[in-house]
């Protein structure tokens, strides 16, 4: 119930939107069955009267029933126009909604979840919330409203009739989808986990296809997949099952109703307290009044799921991020001498200091080369200078102001970092660079890739700078998605730069391409410089080492000229 009234807190800024959906739904019914019993009763008058050979006046009865299906079409035209508008804006607003509260979890907090299953939340789930008012919603406003002006009208012809199509109607429309509830709740749930396992594994097995073929694990893989694809047929069946049985029973209630209706109508209609062509009108009557309801199991049942979807998505949303906002706003720092004193961190409150006790001063402009074993510790200064993870102890300042108050938006706009996985979109090269800044025309475009080195071989490239360059930047050589992404840093013009292992993985050629773009990028910058190249280190003027997360001091003023001569060979 929390989570549904939550829900519906969201879905408030759509609530004219939604309350014109449910207004035409309510019409759209109306019409139908008005349509069916008036019919019913003009086919009957007709027979009647000209077998008695007295004459009715059927112009108005006639008008009647060509207005009625028409405010039927048009109405479910309108209906739907409006329903799924309201349902397509929803969705928009909740897909922003999900992606606000999921940016500050990255990538601290989401280092849990499978890629799958993020984005089985972000699709899938976000979409099966918009169930709930297309199909739980809208449905059950329009089958209570309905059904009371319905009893209504026909309580006028009889009451008892009333009273039976009533009771038809509680049983089909209440308790024939909570017992569907009850048996399908069960169901829903494990149906939203199973669906969202089999999507991580399937994204997973694609993305580690080449591991699995170089393995000879395919087979093992498929049969996993194949596992949780039957466990999902399973749960699917038994609910496909249970809804068949539950749309059978309830057709099985309407014509029950409908013939106790006429049961009870033939002595009315004898008596003459019925008119005989309103015996007609009451078979019609009430078969269409069933229509009201008709959505209703199907509401109860998605109830479950869309619940379900909810909740995964609210685990979410309430997640604390890793790393606190600061609580006052403080100016942001205008100089960028960076200290470190006595700071610890780890990952999680059992784990091994991940850094233990740093003391570093990198006045504004240095380059300071960082090395170390693998697991040393050198991304994890990284992590906590780009406020993507929290340390426990000691004190960092920039600029004179400590870390803890400077927001975490503003240290990743004063840090430009080039790693050795820079994420480059599947999408064109200038768009790639239009991240670091939008605003970029072609010439401020062509002068970062000069910079970097590499704007003769993009405008070689038959598209140019509308060359797309393929999920992850696959279609560009590791060396050119390296330039590209420092082309990228260079437009973004931080006085701070990070560089994470930035050769790594590169042939010779590469990297000389690679540092001196570089070598370019870092003059007037603060750089901090992870490597295990030692020949990388030319490019720096002093070195620290970090060994299991203490850090030791190795290296003065570098011989520059040695970095330097290395990009002429
Ligand atoms: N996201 C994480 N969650 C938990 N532990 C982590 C995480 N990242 C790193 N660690 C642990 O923290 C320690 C330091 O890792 P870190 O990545 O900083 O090393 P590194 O020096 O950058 O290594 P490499 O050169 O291999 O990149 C290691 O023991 C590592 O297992």
């Not at 309108?78 to 799924?84: F, G, I, K, N, Y």
């Not at 309430?318 to 200290?339: G, K, N, Q, S």
Request: with cysteine; glycine share 8%.
């Amino acid at each position: 119930m929390k989570d549904l009234l939550r829900l519906l807190r969201l879905f408030r800024p759509y609530a004219l939107w939604m309350a014109a959906g449910i207004a035409l739904s309510i019409l759209v019914v109306l019409a139908n069955v008005g349509l069916l019993a008036l019919s019913g009763w003009f086919i009957a008058a007709m027979a009647i009267s000209g077998l008695t050979g007295n004459l009715i006046e059927y112009f108005t009865p006639a008008a009647g029933i060509r207005a009625l299906a028409v405010i039927r079409a048009g109405g479910r035209y309108a209906e739907r126009l409006v329903t799924h508008e309201a349902t397509l804006r929803l969705l928009s607003q909740l897909r922003v909604w999900f992606y606000v509260h999921l940016e500050p979890l990255a990538p601290a907090r989401l280092q849990y979840y499978r890629g799958g299953d993020l984005l089985s939340r972000i699709r899938a789930d976000i979409d099966s919330l918009d169930n709930l008012y297309l199909r739980v919603i809208a449905p059950s406003i329009a089958a209570l409203v309905t059904t009371m002006l319905m009893i209504g009208f026909i309580s006028i012809f009889s009451a008892r009739i009333g009273m039976i199509d009533l009771a038809g109607l509680v049983l089909a429309g209440v308790a024939l989808p909570l017992a569907t509830r009850v048996i399908g709740r069960r169901g829903g749930g494990q149906a939203v986990e199973l669906r969202a396992r089999l999507r991580g594994l399937v994204a997973d097995s694609v993305r580690g296809l080449g591991e699995l073929i170089v393995y000879q694990a395919s087979t093992r893989q498929a049969g996993a997949i194949g596992e949780a694809s039957e466990a999902l047929i399973r749960v699917q069946r038994r609910q496909v099952r249970l809804s068949g049985a539950a749309a059978a029973l309830s057709g099985l209630l309407m014509h029950l109703t409908m013939w106790i209706a006429l049961v009870v109508a033939i002595p009315l209609i004898v008596s003459g307290t019925l008119a005989p062509p309103d015996f007609a009108m009451i078979a019609f009557f009430v078969l269409g009044s069933f229509e009201a309801i008709a959505a209703l199991p199907l509401a109860f049942q998605v109830l479950g799921e869309t619940l379900a979807a909810a909740r995964r998505i609210f685990e979410i949303v309430d997640t604390v991020p890793a790393v606190a906002e600061p609580a006052r706003t403080i100016p942001a720092p205008t100089t960028f001498d960076l200290d470190l004193s006595g700071v610890r961190m780890r990952y999680a409150p059992d784990a091994p200091w991940a850094l233990d006790g740093i003391d570093l001063a990198v006045p504004q402009g240095t380059h300071l080369g960082i090395i170390g074993a693998t697991g040393a510790g050198k991304t994890s200064l990284i992590n906590v200078l780009l406020r993507f993870w929290e340390f426990q102890d000691g004190t960092i300042t920039l600029g004179g102001v400590s870390l803890r108050d400077i927001p975490g938006e503003t240290m990743q706009q004063v840090c430009a970092v080039v790693a050795q996985q820079t994420h480059l979109f599947n999408t064109s090269i200038r768009r790639n660079l239009l991240l670091a800044r939008p605003d970029a025309d072609d010439a401020a475009l062509h002068d970062a890739l000069r910079r970097a080195n590499i704007l003769d071989e993009i405008l070689a490239l038959p598209q140019g700078l509308d060359t797309i360059v393929g999920e992850t930047g696959t279609r560009l050589s590791g060396g050119q998605a390296r330039r590209v992404a420092i082309a990228r840093a260079v437009l973004k013009d931080a006085p701070i730069l990070i560089l994470d292992e930035p050769t790594e993985g590169l042939d010779p050629v590469s990297e000389r391409a690679v540092m001196a773009a570089l070598d370019a990028l870092m003059q007037g910058r603060t750089t901090l410089l992870i490597t295990h190249r030692p020949e990388n280190l030319g490019f720096v003027d002093r070195v620290v080492r970090i060994d299991r997360g203490r850090l030791r001091e190795i290296g003065g003023a570098s011989t520059r000229e040695r970095g330097l001569s290395s990009l002429r060979t």
